[in-house]
C-alpha cells in the first residue's frame, strides 16, 4: 500500500472515530497492546486457567513432600469397670477388681531409603504438568487474542462502511432535492423523485443494519474484556502507520516450531509418558 493511500485511509477512520465519539460521550479510543493487556486480566477464560496453574503448583509441592520423612503419632485413652465372676452354672458369683484406666502413646518415623526412581519421577511428571497448565494458559491467551483481533478489525471495516453510507446519504438527499426543484419547473417526473426516495430509504436501512452490527460487535468486545457496558470503543487509527515486517516461508515454520504453545504441549506430554513409565518399572 503506497504511502498516499495509507494517509488517506488514516483520514477517513479518523473522521469515522470523530463522529462515533459525537454521537456517543463513553467513547474510548483502545489500542491493541492495552487491549490483550485488559484480556490477560479480566477474561474469564484466561483466569480459568490461572487456577489450573496454582494446582499444579500445589501438585509440585505434594510430590516434592514425598521425599520428606514421616512422622505418625497415636494416642489412645481406656477405662474398663470391675469384672464379676461365677461358676459355670452362674452361681458362687463375685466381683473382681481390675484396673479401671488404661492409655498408650507411640511414635513412628519413617523415611524412604530407595524407591527406585519413583519419588523423583514423580516430581518430574508434577513439574512436567505444570508447565503443560502454562502452555495451555498461553494456547488460550492466543485463542483469546485472535478473537478480540476479529471484534477489533470489524470495528474498523464497520466504521468505514457507516462513513460510506453517511457520504452517499447525503449525496442523495441533494440529488433528491435537485430533482424536486426540476419536477416543480416541469423538467423532472414523478417517478425520478420516488426512484431516489426509494435509493434514500434504502441506505437508511442499509446504515441502520452496520449500526446495529456495531453495537453487537462492540458488546461482545467490552464484554470479554470486562468493561462497562455503556462504553463504545474506538479503534485507534494510529496502527494504520506502522509498518510490519515481511518474513518468509521458513522464518514462520522456525517461529511456530519454537514457540507454538501446542507444540510444546506435545512434546512435554511426550516427556510426562516416558516419566511414568520410568515410575513403573521402579514398582
Known sequence: MSK?????????????????????????????????????????????????????????????????????MALSFSYLGNGYI???????????????????????ASQVVYAGGAISGGIT???????????????NQQDVRFLLMGYYLDLYKLANYAKVYEMNIEQTRKLLKDIQAKQQEGTALKNDITRYEL????????LTKVMNNRSIINHQLITVLGLPKSMTIVPDTTILQKNLTASGEDD?????????????QMELGVYVNRQQETIIKSE
Open 4 to 72: 498516499s493511500i495509507e494517509l488517506i485511509t488514516a483520514f477517513c477512520m479518523s473522521l469515522c472515530v470523530q463522529q462515533l465519539c459525537a454521537q456517543d460521550s463513553s467513547c474510548y479510543t483502545l489500542g491493541i497492546d492495552e487491549m490483550f493487556r485488559m484480556a490477560d486480566m479480566n477474561s474469564k477464560s484466561i483466569r480459568t486457567f490461572n487456577t489450573g496453574i496454582e494446582q499444579a503448583k500445589e501438585g509440585v509441592k505434594v510430590a516434592k513432600n514425598s521425599m520428606l520423612p514421616s512422622i505418625d
Open 86 to 108: 461365677t461358676d459355670r452354672n452362674f452361681t458362687n458369683g463375685f466381683k473382681a477388681a481390675i484396673p479401671h484406666y488404661g492409655n498408650s502413646f507411640s511414635i513412628d
Open 125 to 139: 511428571v508434577a513439574e512436567l504438568q505444570q508447565k503443560i497448565a502454562e502452555l495451555e494458559k498461553v494456547n
Open 199 to 206: 435509493q434514500l430509504k434504502d441506505l437508511e436501512l442499509q
Open 252 to 264: 514462520w515454520q522456525r517461529m511456530a516450531s519454537s514457540s507454538l504453545p501446542s507444540l510444546r
